[in-house]
């Protein structure tokens, strides 16, 4: 079921805080599918191999079905509640408790943060060695990287969109590099396509272990799926959110996801599943092994592009939630502050940028990039269930309902990846554990300061 359509009338004058609505149908697909494609597919593609072995696609493939999921649940979600502060408005409309508000809002902003610092990480390895060598320090790279990212997130959503579209067209013709030659090694018979079917990583063999390999492969993998729970926050800057979201969401997951189990399949045809492990450039071995003349040194251009990307949609999608939340009164009304010429979210974006450059040394891009997977799929099955309480909460406008079955899926889904059979190492809930910690405190520390203002 969509949403039914109804005439629309021209949009209000933007009133004092609002932000400005810059982005069609059009913008937002592309929009969305930029913010899924990147660091994962680009980065992450080896660890997913070490993980599982020969059968790379099957993890993405995986992922792809837990996506579309929960993206059915923020879908009907943004189309009832078309506001900036996405997971956490939902929450808030399903439980109205806002502690819990308040940690699944800090949990969504640190997966987005850890995001940004992976995308940092990437855009500071093997990609960037293949033009300059080693000799740029990649700590002062990455912290250079999420500085000029936060500038231009500053001048504004249509600005920081239409990068993004710039970016998502090359990261696409990245990508399509990558499938062209896969169709050339079939078409050579080169290529060993007796790994597509192999389990050789993650103990191997039948049972439990066989189980938590692929498991661990595919909670690590959904890495490359989340981007398409950011785009929600942008609610307030779509042209007529309640019809769009539905199109944009639904092709964005779809498009991403055939590409991501296509370029599996290439990736692990072409190379055995260690060399894909030991590369923070899974990409590149794939185009050196192609049997191509096709330039490294350019493709490792457009990858530093496609991670530049992701970095920029996560930084500003973090500074839209931390709007948003200050809308809500989650946080202070101060971070809800804008640019008066350029109505951007001004005290957000310095505040997850900074937040953004403290993560950079955190941890190595598998690290970070299963934190952010590991703190959205708890967030996702938060919002899979409050999908299915606010059905008591009818609104007045038509929107996309989704069929009941697939939230409950979903839910559960993404808890199994979110538990200990995904056997994911234990530094991985230590740092979430860590970020949780923090921002309990801050809710503390909030409470606080209301209560002495009399606004608690």
């Excluded at 949990?107 to 990480?121: E, I, N, Q, T, W």
């Excluded at 055995?272 to 490792?300: I, M, N, Q, R, W």
């Excluded at 889904?413 to 921002?439: C, F, H, M, N």
């Amino acid at each position: 079921m969509t949403a039914s359509g109804t005439p629309t009338t021209a949009p209000p004058p933007a009133e004092e805080g609002a932000l400005h609505r810059a982005i069609g149908p059009k913008l937002l697909i592309l929009f969305v599918i930029g913010d899924i494609l990147g660091t994962g597919i680009y980065a992450t593609t080896g660890k997913v191999a070490g993980k599982v072995g020969g059968a790379l696609w099957l993890p993405f493939a995986i992922g792809f079905v837990v996506a579309i999921l929960t993206a059915a649940s923020y879908v009907e979600l943004v189309g009832k509640y078309p506001k900036a502060a996405g997971a956490a408005l939902y929450t808030q409309k399903a439980f109205r408790t806002p502690f819990l508000t308040f940690i699944i809002a800090f949990m969504v902003m640190c997966s987005g943060l850890a995001s940004a610092s992976a995308a940092a990480r990437a855009f500071s390895g093997d990609y960037l060695a293949e033009l300059t060598g080693d000799a740029l320090p990649p700590t002062l790279i990455a912290i250079t990287f999420i500085v000029l990212l936060a500038a231009l997130n500053m001048r504004g959503v249509s600005e920081s969109v239409k990068t993004n579209v710039v970016l998502t067209l090359v990261e696409l013709t990245g990508l399509a590099i990558i499938l062209g030659i896969g169709a050339y090694a079939v078409l050579t018979g080169d290529g060993e396509p007796s790994r597509l079917t192999d389990f050789e990583a993650g103990g191997g063999g039948t049972g439990y272990a066989l189980m938590t390999g692929v498991l661990g492969a595919t909670a690590l993998g959904f890495f490359a799926f989340v981007g398409f729970e950011d785009s929600v926050n942008m609610a307030e800057e779509t042209k007529d959110p309640v019809r769009t979201f539905p199109r944009a969401i639904f092709i964005g997951v779809a498009v991403t996801g055939t590409i991501y189990v296509l370029v599996a399949l290439v990736s692990s045809l072409l190379v055995d599943y260690k060399t894909l492990e030991g590369s923070s450039g899974p990409l590149l071995e794939v185009v050196k092994a192609g049997g191509v003349d096709f330039p490294h040194k350019l493709f490792a251009l457009i990858a530093l592009f496609a991670v530049t990307n992701s970095a920029l949609i996560n930084i500003m999608m973090a500074s839209r939630l931390c709007y948003g939340m200050a809308n809500e009164r989650i946080l202070p009304r101060a971070m809800g502050r804008v640019l008066s010429k350029r109505r951007t979210p001004v005290v957000g974006i310095v505040f997850v940028s900074l937040l953004a450059i403290g993560l950079v040394s955190t941890g190595e891009i598998e690290g970070l990039g299963d934190t952010t997977a590991f703190l959205l799929l708890c967030v996702f099955a938060v919002v899979n269930v409050a999908v299915l309480v606010l059905r008591r909460d009818p609104v007045d406008h038509p929107h996309f309902r989704t069929p009941t079955a697939l939230p409950v899926l979903g839910a559960v889904t993404a808890l199994v990846l979110a538990s200990p059979l995904a056997d994911r190492p234990a530094e991985v809930y230590i740092r979430a554990g860590v970020l949780i910690a923090i921002g309990v405190a801050l809710w503390g520390v909030n409470k606080a300061v209301l209560k002495s203002r009399g606004e608690e």
